[in-house]
């Protein structure tokens, strides 16, 4: 085991380890202190441990130095101000520049490349230059520093005798690279100064190597998923130490959703129906995810952008649904007001709506944020913006009033301090506006990782290859060594040469250098880390691509096929094993119940239900019998279905003033009729589209496009052959279909009066897109509604003796249609009348057994899953909610959901 050693020499200090990465510094600590306790020792002498970099500023700091170390983020701050102030690149993201050239500054000062030396033939390169004098020019006047500039430092310190009273020995323990020459530089002051520096190597190990081939990605998680859990059970069972299990991946943030899926469903046990206590994870990673991604720092952010007077719905509803703002009785009511919200479709919703929907204490906790938003400063220091956030957060509740577990509690913790550090800036920033601050407050969140210390034993480490290979474990797993991923890709930065940095040993900027480097860490791998090593290639990657192992790790011919358990073998295996239970049976069929009289009684079934059935019978099932709804997604500008509304409202104030097809010829002739339509705008559109929510402009905008929608409306209407009369406008419909009882609402009856008599005519308005008459063939209702009204609710709702056709209205800017099926025409304007009642009255027939058959299907239970849905079907989303069974017949039209 690589660590720190007692020295033979009780008079003479132990030697200074020093490590490469700062993980295997806490590695070697920990495992100092279990192997003296294990000795039986009750007290002994902390480990001298510690990384290279804490290492560095630790003996900077201690020469009491005048210069200020800046933060990662007060280096950013620089780097974006040097590039917004250069102006002669217009940049889609600064902010991303900003990292990437704070990145190759690291590298130049790292490599101690002078820039001077090299010519700048690009554009990137002379704009780096540009930016980097800026930040120079920054640092040496305000006396700051960056974590690049420290090793320099340093350097100067031992050379000069500066740097206090130096070890006489240093261990230097995981380097299995090439230092960089300031690294070096340093390494070398120190041997000048007397300082025996003596390179850890790591035992050898004489490792069983397995090599396995999994049939894809997903098999490969389950498979590692497995082995984790067979490693882990002895130690459950006898209570020992739990061995180190160490996964090495490529690409650890590639894989981390489906990894940790497999190992949750594989390590942590199945809570019991009583059981709140969430279930503790054994493993951990070496780089946590960003802060911001925590649930209760996930809605800091949304509530601290919540405006006075434009908020985006969607940003509305990230803060009533959020669980760290209400306590379980408010979430009902702020998910109630949610979905009121939704509903009305607004674009933009200021802050003053919350204040008066709702119960009297949340309406107080906005009226609150309300003040303090209006009271805000247009500019302030970094410092003055934390605490006015703080006193947001602190009205609003965050975070909340319900106890927090370890993981929320810590992860509070951090966003505090991290709010408290966004006045570290105040000298970089300066005097900025709420947006800025919160942008430099949402960066520190996002760049600061968040792993949560646990008070349990967590035995199994995932991390990246170069970090594995420093280590040491028990069983080491080398997932995804495929040669897709392996070497890992190069990053050279785009503003520095590929000559200089090649010059200066960079290994990002030659391939062969940086080959030679991962075969160096694939041999540490397999030679230094553990007894038992298991390799793992996935053949086919998800997208069902051909993978092929990487060469890194010997011939292809070495590796054998393994395999995985499916999900519900994983699952299974999983349950506690009780001698008394039930198996677990594996149904080939798993029926859905017909409904029943007491369900029926609380379905709302319209017509839609008839569209989702026929598209198909699962879309019937989820919607209306499991009551999956999606949520309304906020659109750009104004909601569509808030459009239609308006346009139904108008259409039905105005038929109800005209009333029949000779007043609407004689307003046309007399002028009138354009004013008509202005009065009933006028009457609906502050009931529909409220000034507050909408704004003037896009009121306006609206306005003349619905006026102009009408009055070609009323003019293609006006265009019909036969004499009309408008009998029913938006009448209430309850009729029963083979026993299912429905709900209906039709837009508008017309009596016609024909060459053969009086006719009666269903007419649908359409706002949207689309309205085809091509759906109403009965063999496939892709548009059931109107057949639906036909066959069953006009004569309940509008009490006309019978129906003789069927319409869409169709009002599209620039080409309104009438599409429609009658006993009478085939068009209702520019074609010859035609008696075809017979076939008029077949075609109802056929309608009603088809919505018969629909009826009785949907009430019997049927919820099969048609193999062929629309790529933009309205019901897509419920896709991920069905199975097809595997077995289902390739010419069949439905699978088992």
Known sequence: MIGPQESPDPDRPAPLVLTATERLARELREAHNLQRADAGVRVWEAPRVQSWSRWLIDTWTASWPDAQLLSATQELVLWRSAIERDGTLALLAPLSAAREARRADQLLRRHRIDLNAWPAWQDEHQAFRRWRAQVTRQLSEHHWLTSADIAGEVCALIESGRAGTLPARIELAGFIERPGAAEQAVLDALRARGVELQPLAPPAVSAQVHRHRLPDEAAQWRWVAQQLQLALQPCVQTGQRPPRLLLALPDPDAAREPLEAALRDALLPTPGDDDDTPALPPWRWARGRPLAEQPLVDSLLAALQLQAERNAPALVSRVLLSGALWSQAQRAQTSAIDARLRDAGRPQIPLERLTQLGPQDLRERFASLLALLQAAPSRALPSAWSQHFSQRLSVLGWPGVEALDSQSYQAVRAARGLLDRLGTLDAQLGRVPETTAREWLGELLRATDFEPRADHEQPIFITRLDEAATLQADLLFVLDATSQRLPPQRRASPFLSLEALRAAGAPEADPVAWLARTRTQVQALLQHVAPQVHLSAPRLDARGAELLVSPLFGDAQAWADASAPDALSALEASLPQDPAARPLQRLDADPVPPVAADEQAGLRADAALFKAWFESPFFAFAKYRLGVESLPEPAAGMDARVQGNLVHAALEALWEQIGD?????????????????????????????????????????????????????????????????????????RPTVAGLRLRLRLDRVDEVQTPYGARWLVIDYKTGRHAEPRGWKAERLEEPQLPLYASYAATLAAGVPQVDGICFGHLKDGHPALAAQTSWRKKLINDPPADTDGEWQAKLGQWRVALEAAAQGFLAGEAGLAQRVKPRSHYADLLPLAAQGEDDDADGDEGDA
């Not at 003019?715 to 029913?728: G, K, S």
């Open 661 to 733: 097809s000779r007043n609407l010829a004689a307003m046309r002739d007399a002028g009138t009729l354009d004013a008509r339509i202005d009065a009933v705008l006028d009457a609906e559109i502050p009931r529909l589209l409220p000034a507050a929510d909408y704004g003037a402009a896009l009121i306006r905008l609206e306005r003349e496009r619905v006026r102009h929608l009408l009055q070609q409306w009323l003019a293609h209407e006006t265009r019909r052959r036969d004499p009309f009369h408008v009998r029913a406008i938006e009448p209430n419909a």
